[in-house]
């Protein structure tokens, strides 16, 4: 799992739980990029750092996949669980390894551009058709995967977000509108946020919040700086430094937007729905299943529909106090247990078939299980 500098985000976080869960009944080791190479135990699971974070963002993500097919031939494990890493779909680990692989697609989002060049879209096509088992965030991915690999067998599983604290919450309220995630001009829709907010005008301060690369600051930086003087006023940059500053934002919002252009399930918006927060999103088939809570869908990339709901939300608590009622009900289908316990019965699965005998006291990685 490739979690470096510009790459934090839900994938870190649904690595960690599963890690702990699968880590009840196995032993688990969980591979991932670092400043620094080494091994630590913490909480009953092994974590071993591949030194590639030096080479920067992208090239620190190409060189962690690299060394993936050596790490699979250095641990032995008896089940690998991968989470893929952009720009590639795959590191073909199935070809370099004897054990059930299972590849999980967190990265995806349909229609996404995973750098769109030809090496790197044939690599995604050969790689995945490598793998007999594939898990997707969302049935829109799910298709999408089968397409590219009829042979595998691919599972649904929603990613979860941990409940709010809803007893300081009161539906409606809030002060500013919210975009939380990573910093990732074009895939994350900043651009047409900010379109839609210069235009529309709305009576709430918005607030920019989350963490990106160097590069893709300055961009976004830029971006800022090209609104009209009034909208710039009151467009603000926050880092949320800490988890308790991060649910401050959740809690103190009136409403979160999520202008992606690309999107593989959402968690963001779980996340805001977890403190009853609607959410105003462009109409995206991995965005779908907000129609059963608190979503507010427009037509893909319409910036002027984005900016009128933006603007009705803004000015109107009675219909955010509505939304975030059914937001905060909706939310509560969502529970890690559910998502974690899917990954067990996966690796139990796999693992207990007499097509894939286990060998005996063996070593496990990259959120690989062993008994």
């Known amino acids: 799992m490739y979690d470096g500098p510009g790459h934090r985000g839900g994938g870190a976080l649904v690595a960690g739980k599963v890690a702990r869960r699968l880590a009840e009944d196995f032993r688990v080791t969980v591979v991932s990029a670092g400043r620094h190479g080494g091994a630590a135990e913490r909480d009953g699971i092994r974590y071993v750092r591949l030194p ?71 690599v995604e096509r050969l790689g995945l058709r490598c793998y007999r088992h594939i898990v997707v965030t969302n049935t829109a991915d799910g298709a999408a995967v089968r397409r590219l690999s009829p042979r595998a067998e691919v599972q649904v599983i929603t990613d979860r977000r941990e409940q709010g604290d809803l007893d300081d919450v009161v539906p409606g309220a809030g002060c500013f509108v919210l975009f939380l995630g990573r910093i990732d001009g074009r895939p994350a829709g900043l651009d047409l946020l900010l379109d839609a907010y210069d235009r529309s005008r709305p009576p709430l301060d918005l607030l920019l919040a989350g963490s990106g690369t160097p590069v893709e600051e300055r961009r976004l930086a830029a971006l800022v700086a090209a609104r009209s003087p009034a909208a710039r006023s009151r467009i603000h940059r926050v880092e949320p430094a800490d988890e308790e500053r991060r649910r401050r934002l959740l809690r103190d919002c009136a409403f979160l937007v999520l202008p992606s252009r690309h999107e593989t ?90 097509a894939f005998p286990r060998r005996p006291r063996t070593r496990s990685a990259s959120w690989q299980t062993t008994r």
Not at 77 to 99: G, I
Not at 108 to 122: S, V
């Open 52 to 122: 590639v974070c030096r080479a920067g963002p992208r090239a620190g993500r190409l060189l962690f996949l690299a060394l993936l097919p050596f790490v699979a031939r250095r641990l032995r494990h008896d089940l690998w669980l991968e989470n893929f890493t952009p720009p590639y779909a795959t590191s073909f680990l199935p070809l370099t390894t004897a054990a059930p692989v299972v590849g999980i697609d967190q990265g995806r989002g349909t229609g996404a551009p995973r750098w769109h060049h030809a090496p790197f879209l044939l």
């Open 265 to 354: 399930f959402g968690l963001v918006a779980l996340e805001g729905m977890a403190y009853g927060k609607p959410v105003l999103h462009f109409d995206l088939p991995a965005l779908r299943w907000l129609r059963d809570g608190g979503g507010v869908a427009v037509a893909p990339f319409d910036v002027a529909a984005f900016g009128e709901r933006m603007a009705e939300l803004a000015g109107d608590a009675a219909l955010r106090g509505r939304l975030g009622r059914r937001s905060a009900l909706a939310e509560r289908h969502y529970t890690w247990d559910e998502t974690t316990g899917r990954y067990l019965a996966l690796a139990h699965r796999l693992l207990d078939t007499p």
